[in-house]
């Protein structure tokens, strides 16, 4: 599966370029007790976890109880409190095919949160070719996937 990086501005920082900068985010749907809910996610190879703003657990059907509530830290050590929530799965579909796979997932805090796909669950499970000239990101399944592939176009 291939995917397109997503362009976006980028204000003035001291020594960085100015105007678009491209990053790996993907198309994810995640399918919960009784939703489901499409939306773009940040393929990051900084992120242990799979990371979703709080608005996407209602969507889906998910209480984020205290009972399964840590912290995290990101890029300046700010701590952030994150909700685990079990019995989610998530797919993606491209040229046709579709993956679907059960994964461990977390709900921020926050409804301003971007959408992370880390390591558990998600990169762990495909080997991940990030090609910064083209803008994509290439990902095929790995034998650690534990999901099915759908072809959309059999009937």
């Known amino acids: 599966m291939k995917f397109s990086y997503s362009p ?14 491209y990053k790996p985010t993907l198309p994810i749907i995640v399918h919960g ?18 990371l979703f703003p709080r608005y996407v657990a209602s969507l889906v059907g998910v209480s984020l109880g205290q009972q399964n509530s840590a912290h995290v830290s990101g890029v300046g050590e700010k701590r952030m409190p994150i909700f685990f929530v079990d019995g989610i799965e998530l797919s993606l579909q491209s040229d046709g095919q579709a993956y679907r796979w059960p994964a461990r997932v977390w709900f921020s805090d926050s409804d301003e949160m971007p959408a992370l796909l880390g390591h558990i669950d998600f990169l762990q499970f495909f080997t991940s070719t990030f090609d910064g000239k083209t803008h994509e990101l290439a990902l095929e399944p790995n034998k650690e996937f534990p999901g099915k592939l759908t072809d959309l176009w059999k009937r």
């Open 8 to 21: 976006f501005s980028r204000e003035h920082i001291v020594g960085a370029r100015e105007g678009i900068i």
């Open 33 to 50: 007790p009784t939703g489901t809910f499409g939306l773009d996610a940040l393929a990051d190879t900084g992120s242990d976890q799979i």
